[in-house]
């Protein structure tokens, strides 16, 4: 491999060059790829990738979230234009339950991306989520929506809000705390190709992941989440039975979760991220964490520049 890969902290290992977004790709067809293969069925990547050249991020500061974002992906206006194509554009947003607006993607965030999108894209755009969170009375990703007032959304643009978790899905195997094959269902939407993702969340701590960036915004939302009940340890013959596989995802421990990760970062990524650093938060993130004002917007088609960035 031509590039160096420096294991001594774990930031550290996204400082390759020249291709951020081949590293993935290029890492798991190496010994360890082979070794895991058979078992993941990740061979060679199925999520977009670039081989040569260099990673363009762009870094504004300001104090208008909407215009903030908007401004950050000005620069990429014609890679964006020329990605899309004919694929459908979906926003991710990151809707946790905290219940304040601290921990969640702000509606104001996707208003600039939707400004952004607006001369370049003509199709409808689906704002797209899949929270962990279960209610009584309505759908975790619904309450969410209509909790942090992303319905008046849909009288302002051509968009659809989707629940993720009404979708279809497909077992993927990863690993589990013993190193035993971890059935987990992942939402058929983040594996189609058609799709053109857009990861769109706030800089904020994480409590097991270290970060909630592009990533762990797209990965830990992939996974299947139905029913009522919640219980993490239910056998793939119950699957008609609810079951909460992101939970199942924080079964295997840290380690082995952030490995997981990586494994499923070979079929879902994002192709735009969008950070929004307006307000972020720090300490006992995802929920609990305190505010810390950054007056920052990044945007990239590379998602690991992005995030090493943010």
Not at 15 to 26: A, E, N, T, V
Not at 126 to 138: H, K, P
Not at 237 to 266: C, V
């Amino acid at each position: 491999m031509d590039e160096k890969i420096f294991l001594d902290d774990i930031s550290d290992i996204l400082k390759i060059s020249p291709s951020r977004r081949s590293f993935i790709k290029r890492l798991s067809l190496g010994a360890a790829g082979a070794a895991f293969s058979s078992l993941t069925s990740y061979g060679t990547a199925d999520a977009a990738t670039v081989d040569a050249g260099e990673s363009t991020v762009s870094l504004v500061t300001g104090s208008d979230r909407r215009d903030m974002v908007y401004q950050a992906l000005k620069p990429l206006e014609r890679e964006v234009r020329m990605g899309i194509g004919g694929k459908q554009v979906i926003i991710k947003p990151n809707l946790v339950g905290s219940e304040t607006y601290l921990g969640i993607t702000h509606p104001d965030a996707v208003r600039g991306v939707l400004d952004f999108l607006k001369p370049i894209y003509n199709g409808q755009v689906i704002i797209a989520e899949s929270t962990g969170r279960r209610y009584t009375d309505l759908p975790g990703t619904i309450k969410h929506f209509h909790l942090y007032r992303y319905f008046p959304l849909i009288e302002e643009f051509n968009v659809k809000l989707v629940d993720l978790n009404a979708q279809q899905y497909k077992v993927q195997w990863l690993l589990n705390q013993q190193g035993h094959p971890l059935d987990i269902r992942i939402i058929d939407t983040f594996l189609d190709q058609k799709n053109y993702f857009i990861s769109l969340c706030r800089l904020k701590t994480h409590d097991t992941l270290v970060v909630t960036i592009s990533a762990k915004n797209m990965l830990m939302a992939a996974p299947f989440v139905n029913g009522t009940k919640r219980s993490y340890e239910e056998p793939l013959s119950d699957f008609k039975e609810p079951r909460h596989d992101k939970g199942r995802m924080h079964t295997p421990g840290i380690r082995k979760m952030n490995f997981n990760m990586f494994l499923l970062a070979q079929k879902v990524q994002p192709r735009l991220t969008v950070i929004d650093g307006l307000e972020g938060m720090e300490g006992n993130g995802p929920n609990g964490g305190t505010p810390v004002y950054h007056g920052v917007g990044v945007a990239s088609t590379d998602l690991v520049a992005a995030d090493r960035i943010g």
